[in-house]
């Protein structure tokens, strides 16, 4: 797979795949800019190159029309500040005025295009559309990692018709990253699993069993596994259809010789509220009706004992309901066992990034992953359409 800079792009229009899906108030303001600033190096080398630079992105979910609320502008305003000269908001992203608009570029010039999730042709990798995004271009760069998971237009589709293709730094940064900490880890590697949901990432989880030598798993989804295991766990949210898949995992694991790791204690609540009655129970007391919505302070230990050895650690998913004080602990203690690992350390997902800035540790992990999508499919050893479709 080639990369932007194995590619000739002085004087060329480069359409650059980006995620500019930031979080923004009701005001407009931007709220979070990680997604714009992780891009910025691969702008700043096109602009270097005095290529003509073409950014597309979507925005939240507008269902295939307009809707002014998901408009791009405020970012091409942010991105223009940040950049210090003028950022065109296209008026679409495809069509007459928008080839217009890129028509009348000069080399160094900065052309933002309008939501392609304007057009329902973008999800549904409709051919006319790509080909259309790609007249726009002479080279297409892909750098969007949190979205190259998605067979869309705009990731996969665009690249059938643009003969030079590439990666941006980002989308080969994180590929590294995951290489380094999966394909080729320094040992022992531990995986850390969280979350609501065993159906999302059961997947990771097998496939994950012949890399990892060590997993913690945590949030609501330990629930089903203690299911699994005969454990009575209340009213705690579990998918009992998949016990099975949940026991037949730990059998797997204990025959490779993964150490697999379970909360021994919960926080046990009455509610799922931030003033509900709550109570550190082990996991053979969870009172009936009641809920575990964090692990306990003994299973803190636990984990936090087998991170002391880890050479590596990919952590996806919260051990809790973090966004809940009363239920932020567990989380909280990880991030900071992690933070203080001598480990090659890699978070992946909205909820595990969130978690680590929450509690102050983002600039003390080696990597937080952009894309929670991509990386849990190259957890399940799948690979990206997105980056297949450069290699093509």
């Known amino acids: 797979m080639k990369t932007i800079r194995d590619l000739d792009i002085g004087g060329k229009r480069v359409l650059i795949r980006v995620d500019f899906n930031v979080p923004m108030d009701e005001a407009g303001n931007i709220t979070d800019d990680l997604r714009i600033q992780t891009v910025m190096p691969t702008i700043r080398y096109a602009l270097e190159e005095k290529a003509r630079v073409i ?8 269902g295939g029309k307009r809707v002014e609320q998901f408009s791009l502008a405020p970012v091409a305003r942010y991105l223009g500040e940040l950049l210090g000269q003028t950022v065109q908001l296209a008026p679409d992203c495809i069509g007459a005025a928008t080839e217009s608009v890129v028509a009348a570029m000069r080399d160094g010039d900065v052309v933002l295009l309008e939501n392609l999730r304007y057009h329902a042709d973008e999800q549904d990798n409709a051919p006319e559309f790509s080909r259309q995004l790609a007249s726009l271009a002479d080279v297409y760069i892909n750098n969007a990692f949190a979205v190259s998971h998605r067979a869309h237009a705009s990731v996969v589709g665009v690249a059938r018709y643009v003969a030079e293709k590439g990666a941006g730094f980002l989308l ?6 995951f290489h380094r900490s999966v394909d080729n880890p320094m040992r022992p590697l531990v995986a850390i699993v969280g979350g609501a949901k065993v159906s ?3 997947g990771a989880l097998v496939n994950m069993l012949d890399k990892v030598d060590a997993l913690l798993i945590g949030g609501a989804m330990a629930n089903t596994f203690l299911k699994s295991q005969g454990y009575n ?5 579990v998918e009992d259809d998949l016990l099975p898949e949940a026991d037949r995992l730990l059998t797997d694991a204990r025959a490779k010789g993964v150490r697999v790791y379970l909360p021994v204690d919960v926080i046990a609540a009455n509610n799922f509220a931030a003033d509900a009655v709550t109570k550190q129970v082990t996991i053979q007391d969870i009172p009936d009706g009641w809920m575990a919505l964090d692990i306990g302070p003994a ?3 636990c984990f936090q004992e087998v991170l002391t050895d880890a050479r590596t650690i990919i952590w996806n998913g919260p051990m809790g309901a973090f966004e809940m004080d009363s239920f932020a602990r567990g989380t909280m203690a990880l991030a900071h066992a992690v933070a203080d690992s001598h480990a090659l350390s890699i978070t992946g997902g909205g909820d595990s990034n969130a978690a680590v800035k929450k ?6 992990i080696s990597y937080m992953s952009t894309g929670g999508g991509a990386f849990l499919m190259l957890m399940e ?3 990206l359409p997105g980056v297949v479709a450069l290699e093509g």
Do not use: T, W
């Open 381 to 383: 050893g799948k690979e």
């Open 359 to 364: 509690f102050g540790e983002d600039e003390n």
């Open 55 to 62: 950014l597309c992105s979507h925005m939240g979910r507008p």
């Open 299 to 301: 299973s803190v230990i």
């Open 200 to 202: 999302s990432k059961l």
């Open 233 to 237: 766990v209340g009213a705690s949210k």
């Open 172 to 177: 080969q940064k994180e590929l590294d990253y």
